[in-house]
C-alpha cells in the first residue's frame, strides 16, 4: 500500500468521524417529518375537513362559531379557572390532590366532561333551537375539536419544529445562551428530547389529536340528539364517556401509564366512536322545518254546521261529463274527418 492509499484512507475516515459526531448532534430527518404529519394533523387537518364538510352539507357557519366559542369559555376560562383555585391557590385542596393520584385523574377527568358537555347542552338548548339536524351537530363538534386542536397542540408542535430546524442550522445554541437560566433550562430539555427520542413518538400528537376530534364529533351529536329528543340522561352519558376518554390521559401526565398505552387506547376507542358518528345520521330525520318532532294529538273533530254540510254535499253529487270539443279546424261542411 502505498503512502497516497494511506493517506486518502485517513481523509475517508476523518470525514465519516466529522459526519457522525454531527449527527449525534442534529435532529433526524425522520424526526422532523414525524414532527410536520403531527403539525398537519392539529392544524390542516380540522381547516380541511370544516370546508370539505361545510360545501357538502351547508349547515351554516353559527354552529361552528358556537363550538369555537363554548370551548373559549367552558374549558380555557371557567374549568382552567376552577383548576386554578383547587389545585394552586386553596393549599387544602392542592394538598388533597397532589397526594393522592386517583383522585386527581377522576376529579380532572370529570371536570372536562362536565364543563364540555354541559357547555354544549346550554348551547344546542338556548341558540340552536332552529339548528339541531346531523349536520349541524358535527360542524359544532369540528368547531369544538379543531380550536381545540390548534390552539392547544399545533402550536406546540411548530415550536419543536421551529427548534429542531435551529438545531440543525447551529442557532439553536445561540438562543440558549441569550435567554435566562431556567429558559435555558427548558430549551435544553426539549433539544435533547428532540435528539434522544424515536422519531415514531412525535406522530403520536397528531394521530392523539384526529382522535380527539373524532370525540369531540360524536359527543356533539350525542347531547344535540338529547336536546332535541328531550332525552336528557344522554347528556349525563357524554359526561361519563368523556371522563372514561380523559381518565388514563391524566394517569399519563401523573407518570402512571406509558406514552404508548393511552395512544392505544385513543385509537381503539375512536373506532367505535367514527361508527356512531356515520350511523347517527339516521336519528335526525330532516324536514323542512328541521328535526321531525313528536306529532301534536288530534283533538276530536268540530261539529258541521249547515253551510258545511251544503258544500260537502255539493261535492258528493256526480260531475256530468262535458261534451267534447271539436277543433274549429275540422269542422267543415261535407267532410267526414273528425280528427287528424
Not at 13 to 21: C, E, G, K, P, V
Not at 282 to 290: I, R, S, W, Y
Request: net charge neutral; aromatic share 10%; charged share 15%.
Amino acid at each position: 500500500m502505498t503512502y497516497h492509499s494511506i493517506c486518502y484512507i485517513i481523509r475517508i475516515t476523518d470525514a465519516l468521524s466529522t459526519l457522525l459526531i454531527e449527527e449525534d448532534f442534529m435532529v433526524s430527518i425522520f424526526t422532523i417529518l414525524a414532527l410536520c404529519f403531527s403539525f398537519l394533523a392539529c392544524f390542516a387537518f380540522p381547516i380541511v375537513l370544516c370546508i370539505l364538510f361545510m360545501r357538502k352539507t351547508k349547515p351554516g357557519i353559527v354552529p361552528l362559531l358556537l363550538g369555537i366559542a363554548v370551548f373559549i369559555i367552558f374549558v380555557l376560562v371557567l374549568e382552567q379557572g376552577m383548576h386554578y383555585a383547587l389545585l394552586v391557590a386553596i393549599p387544602g385542596t392542592k394538598a388533597l390532590f397532589e397526594n393522592n393520584v386517583w383522585l386527581y385523574a377522576t376529579y380532572g377527568a370529570f371536570a372536562a366532561g362536565i364543563f364540555e358537555e354541559c357547555g354544549r347542552w346550554l348551547v344546542f338548548s338556548l341558540f340552536m333551537k332552529k339548528k339541531r339536524e346531523w349536520k349541524h351537530g358535527i360542524t359544532y363538534g369540528i368547531g369544538h375539536g379543531g380550536i381545540e386542536a390548534v390552539l392547544l397542540a399545533s402550536l406546540a408542535v411548530l415550536n419543536n419544529l421551529i427548534y429542531a430546524i435551529m438545531i440543525n442550522t447551529g442557532s439553536f445554541d445561540t438562543v440558549m445562551n441569550s435567554v435566562p437560566q431556567a429558559t435555558a433550562d427548558i430549551l435544553r430539555q426539549t433539544r435533547d428530547a428532540l435528539l434522544s427520542e424515536a422519531s415514531w413518538l412525535f406522530t403520536l400528537t397528531g394521530v392523539e389529536r384526529i382522535c380527539a376530534i373524532t370525540f369531540q364529533i360524536a359527543l356533539s351529536v350525542l347531547v344535540l340528539y338529547a336536546v332535541s329528543r328531550k332525552k336528557y340522561q344522554f347528556v349525563g352519558l357524554a359526561i361519563l364517556l368523556h371522563a372514561a376518554i380523559d381518565f388514563p390521559a391524566v394517569l399519563y401526565q401523573k407518570g402512571i401509564l406509558p406514552l404508548w398505552s393511552v395512544e392505544v387506547y385513543c385509537v381503539v376507542l375512536a373506532i367505535p366512536a367514527l361508527i356512531f358518528i356515520l350511523k347517527s345520521k339516521k336519528l335526525f330525520p330532516v324536514t323542512p322545518e328541521g328535526p321531525k318532532g313528536p306529532e301534536a294529538p288530534k283533538g276530536p273533530a268540530a261539529p258541521e254546521g249547515p253551510e258545511a254540510l251544503e258544500t260537502k254535499a255539493a261535492k258528493e253529487e256526480p260531475e256530468v261529463p262535458a261534451a267534447p270539443v271539436v277543433p274549429a279546424i275540422l269542422e267543415t261542411p261535407g267532410s267526414n274527418i273528425t280528427q287528424v
